[in-house]
C-alpha cells in the first residue's frame, strides 16, 4: 500500500495520465475484441439490416462536426473580403495571412465564462443555440454535395428542407425570450416576424420549378440540370424570377445584411445573442455562419446545376495495374520524391548565386508537392465522379457565399415595416406570379405535344 | 436543472430597503427596470413612468453602441415603436464654466477644448472672440486667416466623420473607413500645425499659437489636390444608395417653423429652408471678405441633414482654396501684456461651427479671471428636439435620427 502510493506520488502528471489511460485503453480494446469475437457476425446483420438508419445517424454526426471548419473558413472569408472593402488590412497575425484566426477565434470562446444572467430561465437559455445550430447543421442532411456524396435522399427532401430550416426561428425565439433582456426580446420577436414572412415567398419561389421538375428529391433535380452538360440546363436559365426571389428570401432567412435586422448592433445591442457569452454565443455564431453556407448551397442545387460542371467534362478510366510493375513501382514510388525535390531545386540553387542550398531544397520540395497535387487532383477530376462535382459544388457555393458577404459590406439595413412591406408587397404577388406562369407554360406545352 | 426559476434574492417587501418609502426598490427583479429608485420628483417624471396597456420601458445607453457618447435615454415603446421618450444627462458633466472662471483668461482655451471633441478648433475660437472684444484687441490679418483656415479644414473633418456614423447607424459598414480617410488626413495636418491631433490648443486671445509651417502646407497642397474628387465619390457611395435614401427621406422631420422654436441653429436649421448663418447674418473674422454659398434644403428630414452637409463640406473647401490664395503676410499674435486684465465688461461671440451656433457670454470684473463665462451650445438645444423628433417612430430610426442632428456629448454635458 506505502509502495502503491510512493510509486504514484513520484509520477510526473503526464506519467500519471499514461497510467491511468494506458489500463484503461487496454481493457476497453479486449473488451472491444472479445465483443466483435462474440457478437461480430450478428452486430453487422444488424447495421446491414438497419443500413438506412446507420447512414443517417453517421451522415448527421459528419455534418456537425464539418460545419465547425466550414463556419471557420466563412467566418475568415467575411473578414478578410470586408477588411479588403473597407481599405483595411483585416486579420493578419495568427497563421499565414490570419488564416488560423478564426481557430483562434474558438478557442477564445472555449476559455470564456459560461454565463447565465440573473432571472433567466436556464433550460430555454441553455437550449437555444443548441436548436439553432442543430437545425441549421441538419437541414443539410438531404444536400447533394456530389454524386453519391449526400446523407439522405428521398423524395420529399426539397420540403423536408424548408421545414427543419424553419425550425431556426424556435431556437431564436427561445433565446429572445429566455435571456430576460428587452433587447434580446426585441430581437427574438424580429426574427420570429421576419422569417415566418419570407418562409412564405421562399417557398412560393420553388413551387415553378417543382412543377418543372416533377419531383422533391434534391438528388432528381440536380441530375435533370445536367442532361445535356451544358449550363443552359440549369434551372436559373428557366426560371430566373424564381431564382431572383429565391435569393433575396433566403437572405432574408439567413438574417444577413441588407434584412440583418434581428441582429441590428445599431438598435438592438445584438439581438437575441445579447446575453450569451462563451460557447453558447460560438453556437449562435456559427449557426448564423452555417445558414450562410446551407442557402447558398441550396440556392446552388436548385438553380445554379448543384454539383453539375458548367460545360461537359472528359472522363476517362485510367487502368493502372499495381502488380505488373512489381518491384519497379516501389522504386519508383521510394526515388520520386527525393529526384523531384532535386530536380525542382537544382534551377533556383544553380540560377540564384544568394540562394542557401537548404533554402533551395524547401522550396524544390514545396515545388513539388504542388505540382504532383495538381496532377493528382486532375487525374481524380476526370477519373472519379465525386471529386469533379464536390469540386464543382464548393466552387460555386462559396461563390455565392462572396455575394453574401459582397452584399454585407455594401449595404446598409432596411427598417422592419420596410422590410414587411417588401416580402407581403413584392415578393409574394410576384412569386404568384412566377408560379401561375409557369404552370400555364407547362399545360401549353403539355397541349401543343399532345 | 431544475424547472423552476430561480429563487429570488428578496422575496417581495424584504429588500433592505422595504421600510423606506423614499425607495422603490424592493426586488432584484425591479432593479432590472429603468425606473429610477426614488419616488417622481415632477409630473412629467410620474407621467412618463406610469407603463399603460402594452407599452414597455427600454434603456438606451450610456453604453448603448450607438448612441454617440455616453447618452441615456429611457425609451417607452409600444411594439417597435416609440411613444415617449426621457433623456437622462449629465454622464460627461465637468463644470467647464465654473473651471474657466477659476482660471487665468489664457486657460479657458485648453479647457473648453475637449467641449466638442470632433470640431475643437471651434470650441476655442468662441471664448477668444469673446476675450478680444473684452479687450478690445486688433487681431492680425494673417492671424484671421490661419484661423478661418483651420476651422474651415476642422469643419469637412467634422462633417466627413458625421456622414459616416450616420451611414453605420442605418446599418452600412463601409462608409464610416472610407469617410475617416479624409478625416484622417485632415487631422494630421492640423497635428503639423497645432501639434495635436484632437484638442488643437492653438488659438490664442490675439492671433494663433504658430505660424504655418512646410509640412503643414505641403500636406495641405496634396490633399487639396485631390479632396473634391475624393469627397465626391464618398458622398457618391450613399447618395446612390437606394436603401439609405428610402430610409432617411421623410425619417424625423421638422418644419422651418418648429426648428426656429426649438432654437435650431447650423445644417439643421438650414436644412428645414431658413438660410441663417452666422458667417453671413453676423459676420466675424474675414468671412466678409470671401466668397461662398449658403446651401439650403426645404425637406427638413435626415436625408436633407445630410446632404446638406455634403454641400457644406465643397463650400468650405471654396474657402480654403480663396484663404491660401488671399493669405497676407504679417504677424500672427497681437501685442499683448502676459496677464490679461480687461476693463469690466460684458461681451457675447458667437461663431457658425459645424453644429451650428457656437456662443459664449463672458463677463468681466477687472481682474485677471473671467467673472462669468456661460457656454452655449448647439449640441444641447439640438438634442432637446429629440424628444419632438422620435415619438411615433420606430426603434430602427431613433438612433439614426438622432445620429442626424449630429450631436456631440462632450458639449451637452459641459
Known amino acids: 500500500m506505502t509502495a502503491l502510493s510512493r510509486t504514484w506520488d513520484r509520477l510526473t502528471l503526464p506519467g500519471k495520465a499514461l497510467a491511468i489511460l494506458i489500463p484503461l485503453l487496454l481493457a476497453l480494446t479486449i473488451g472491444l475484441v472479445v465483443t466483435l469475437i462474440l457478437f461480430g457476425p450478428f452486430l453487422w446483420q444488424l447495421i446491414l439490416d438497419n443500413l438506412e438508419i446507420v447512414r443517417f445517424v453517421l451522415a448527421s454526426a459528419i455534418l456537425l462536426v464539418i460545419f465547425i471548419p466550414i463556419a471557420f473558413i466563412v467566418i475568415y472569408m467575411e473578414m478578410k473580403i470586408i477588411a479588403l472593402m473597407n481599405l483595411r488590412i483585416g486579420p493578419e497575425r495568427v497563421g499565414p495571412w490570419g488564416t488560423l484566426f478564426s481557430v483562434v477565434h474558438g478557442l477564445k470562446f472555449l476559455l470564456k465564462e459560461d454565463f447565465i444572467p440573473t432571472r433567466a430561465d436556464p433550460i430555454v437559455f441553455t437550449w437555444a443555440p443548441v436548436v439553432v445550430f442543430s437545425t441549421a447543421a441538419l437541414s443539410a442532411l438531404v444536400l447533394p454535395f456530389a454524386p453519391g456524396l449526400y446523407g439522405q435522399d428521398f423524395n420529399l427532401a426539397l420540403l423536408y428542407f424548408f421545414a427543419v430550416g424553419g425550425m431556426t426561428v424556435v431556437g431564436l425565439l427561445m433565446g429572445g425570450w429566455a435571456s430576460f433582456n428587452k433587447y434580446s426580446l426585441l430581437g427574438g420577436l424580429r426574427s420570429a416576424a421576419q422569417i415566418v414572412s419570407y418562409e412564405i415567398p421562399l417557398t412560393l419561389s420553388v413551387v415553378g420549378l417543382v412543377i418543372l421538375a416533377g419531383t422533391l428529391s434534391l438528388n432528381t433535380i440536380v441530375m435533370q440540370q445536367g442532361v445535356s452538360g451544358w449550363f443552359v440546363d440549369w434551372y436559373a436559365f428557366r426560371q430566373p424570377l424564381g431564382l431572383l426571389i429565391f435569393f433575396l428570401a433566403a437572405t432574408a432567412e439567413a438574417n444577413r445584411t441588407p434584412f440583418d435586422m434581428t441582429e441590428a448592433d445599431q438598435e438592438i445591442v445584438a439581438g437575441f445573442a445579447t446575453e450569451y457569452s462563451g460557447m453558447r454565443f460560438a453556437f449562435f455564431f456559427f449557426a448564423e455562419y452555417v445558414n450562410v453556407f446551407i442557402i447558398s448551397a441550396i440556392t446552388v442545387v436548385l438553380f445554379l446545376g448543384g454539383w453539375q460542371a458548367p460545360f461537359p467534362v472528359p472522363h476517362f478510366e485510367i487502368h493502372v495495374d499495381p502488380g505488373q510493375l512489381g518491384m519497379g513501382l516501389l522504386f519508383l514510388v521510394a526515388l520520386a520524391p527525393l529526384v523531384g525535390t532535386l530536380l525542382f531545386a537544382a534551377p533556383i540553387y544553380l540560377l540564384r548565386s544568394r540562394t542557401r542550398w537548404w533554402v533551395a531544397l524547401i522550396v524544390g520540395f514545396v515545388l513539388f508537392n504542388v505540382v504532383v497535387g495538381g496532377l493528382a487532383f486532375l487525374w481524380a477530376y476526370v477519373s472519379i465522379d465525386w471529386v469533379a462535382g464536390l469540386f464543382w459544388f464548393v466552387g460555386k457555393t462559396f461563390a455565392l457565399i462572396f455575394v453574401f458577404v459582397w452584399m454585407r459590406g455594401t449595404l446598409p439595413r432596411v427598417r422592419s415595416d420596410q422590410l414587411m412591406a417588401f416580402a407581403w408587397k413584392w415578393l409574394l404577388p410576384v412569386a404568384l406570379l412566377n408560379l401561375f406562369v409557369t404552370a400555364l407554360a407547362v399545360i401549353v406545352l403539355d397541349v401543343v405535344q399532345a | 436543472m431544475t424547472t423552476e426559476t430561480p429563487p429570488r434574492r428578496f422575496p417581495v417587501g424584504t429588500h433592505p430597503s422595504a421600510d423606506d418609502p423614499r425607495i422603490l426598490v424592493h426586488d432584484d427583479y425591479e432593479a432590472f427596470e429603468p425606473v429610477p429608485p426614488y419616488p417622481p420628483r415632477t409630473e412629467r417624471e410620474a407621467e412618463f413612468y406610469t407603463l399603460g396597456e402594452g407599452e414597455l420601458l427600454l434603456n438606451v445607453g450610456p453604453q448603448h453602441p450607438s448612441t454617440h457618447g455616453v447618452l441615456r435615454v429611457v425609451l417607452k415603446l409600444e411594439g417597435e415603436r416609440v411613444v415617449d421618450i426621457d433623456p437622462v444627462l449629465g454622464y460627461l458633466h465637468r463644470g467647464v464654466e465654473k473651471l474657466c472662471e477659476n482660471a487665468d483668461y489664457h486657460q479657458t482655451i485648453s479647457q473648453v477644448d475637449p467641449l466638442e471633441y470632433i470640431s475643437s478648433l471651434f470650441c476655442e475660437w468662441t471664448p477668444v472672440l469673446a476675450y478680444e472684444k473684452l479687450l478690445d484687441v486688433e487681431v492680425p490679418r494673417r492671424a484671421e486667416y490661419i484661423r478661418v483656415l483651420s476651422a474651415e479644414l476642422n469643419r469637412i473633418a467634422s462633417h466627413a466623420l458625421f456622414m459616416g456614423w450616420f451611414a453605420l447607424d442605418l446599418g452600412g459598414l463601409t462608409p464610416i473607413l472610407y469617410s475617416f480617410i479624409e478625416r484622417d488626413e485632415i487631422v494630421e495636418m492640423l497635428a503639423a500645425l497645432t501639434g495635436q491631433r484632437m484638442l488643437f490648443n492653438y488659438f490664442r486671445i490675439g492671433g494663433v499659437n504658430g505660424d504655418l509651417n512646410h509640412e503643414f502646407m505641403s500636406r495641405l497642397g496634396d490633399w487639396m489636390s485631390r479632396a473634391t474628387t475624393q469627397i465626391e465619390a464618398n458622398i457618391g457611395l450613399l447618395n446612390e444608395n437606394e436603401i439609405l435614401v428610402r430610409r432617411a427621406a421623410g425619417m424625423g422631420v421638422m418644419d422651418a417653423e418648429t426648428a426656429l422654436r426649438w432654437c435650431m441653429t447650423g445644417p439643421n436649421l438650414r436644412a428645414t ?119 411615433g417612430n420606430l426603434l430602427a430610426d431613433t438612433m439614426a435620427i438622432m445620429a442626424s442632428l449630429d450631436p456631440v456629448m462632450g458639449g451637452v454635458d459641459k
Open chain 2, 273 to 391: 429652408g431658413v438660410p441663417y448663418d452666422i458667417r453671413r447674418a453676423h459676420p466675424y473674422s474675414v468671412y466678409p471678405e470671401l466668397e461662398f454659398d449658403i446651401p439650403t434644403k426645404t425637406e427638413g428630414d435626415s436625408l436633407a441633414r445630410y446632404l446638406l452637409r455634403a454641400e457644406e463640406i465643397k463650400q468650405s473647401l471654396r474657402i480654403i482654396d480663396q484663404c491660401l490664395e488671399r493669405m497676407p503676410d504679417g504677424p500672427i499674435m497681437a501685442k499683448l501684456p502676459r496677464l490679461l486684465r480687461p476693463r469690466p465688461g460684458r461681451a457675447w461671440a458667437a461663431i457658425e461651427g459645424p453644429r451650428g451656433l457656437y456662443g459664449v457670454y463672458a463677463i468681466s470684473d477687472g481682474t485677471d479671471q473671467p467673472f462669468r463665462l456661460k457656454i452655449h451650445d448647439p449640441s444641447f438645444l439640438h438634442l432637446g428636439a429629440v424628444g419632438m423628433l422620435l415619438p
